[in-house]
């Protein structure tokens, strides 16, 4: 079952802007992840948040996580064509099971 | 480390036909993941193993599909026999331990004419 529900489906910037996704879950959870997938390639980890963190930062990647309101987001600043990729969200909730919402998908015009 | 790797990368085959597809996971993960991807159903998990052991096969569709890890480095998944709704890519995932980051192959394509 999906677990994490990423929005928007479809998102389209110039390069340079920020993009953000959302992603929104229903149980508690222990630990969001969010990985990328370029086309035709494997799915790819690009940082995880505990659910006792509220925000975190790699690059030009910020991740923020609300478990009050179960939601996160994606903030992706000063967009390059190279960020042109599927994004997905993942929630753990103790068991071995990740598991992976639909997806949104960044289309970066240059 | 190489990444997990799978193969074959694509594979076209007539209904009927017995599939194999393979996985070496990244030495020293103890947890391996099965998964199937298409338009409609998204990323879906067919099958966990720990440490060898196959933990939860509750995803795989029907009888049809089997999947096998006789030791920590080899991985299989097999479709016999094959119908035109097993077309996608399915790929295998490795994990250091629960609620880690999977580290995902590049996945192999089926097409099941």
């Known amino acids: 079952s999906q677990q994490g529900e990423e929005d928007p489906q479809a998102l389209s910037i110039q390069e340079g802007e920020n993009a953000t996704m959302n992603c929104s879950y229903k149980t508690s959870i222990n630990n969001l992840q969010w990985y990328r997938q370029n086309s035709g390639r494997g799915l790819v980890h690009l940082i995880l948040?505990?659910?006792?963190?509220r925000e975190k930062h790699s690059g030009r990647l910020r991740v923020t996580l609300d478990t009050s309101k179960k939601s996160s987001s994606l903030l992706i600043t000063a967009s390059r064509a190279a960020d042109t990729a599927s994004y997905f969200c993942a929630t753990w909730a103790g068991s071995y099971q990740l598991t992976f919402g639909k997806g949104t998908k960044l289309s970066v015009i240059p | 480390d190489a990444g997990v790797i799978q193969s074959p990368r694509h594979e076209v085959t007539e209904m009927g036909q017995e599939v194999t597809l393979r996985c070496k996971p990244i030495?020293?993960?103890?947890?391996l993941f099965w998964y199937r991807q298409t338009m409609m159903r998204g990323l879906e998990l067919l099958i966990y193993?720990?440490?060898?052991?196959?933990?939860?096969d509750s995803g795989m569709p029907e009888d049809r599909f089997s999947a096998k890890m006789p030791n920590a480095s080899f991985s299989t998944l097999k479709i016999q026999p094959s119908e035109p709704r097993d077309s996608a890519v399915y790929f295998c995932a490795s994990s250091p331990g629960q609620g880690k980051e999977l580290f995902f192959g590049e996945g192999s394509r089926l097409t099941v004419l």
């Open positions: 948040i505990r659910s006792n963190e």
């Open positions: 030495s020293g993960h103890n947890s």
């Open positions: 193993f720990n440490n060898n052991v196959p933990i939860d």
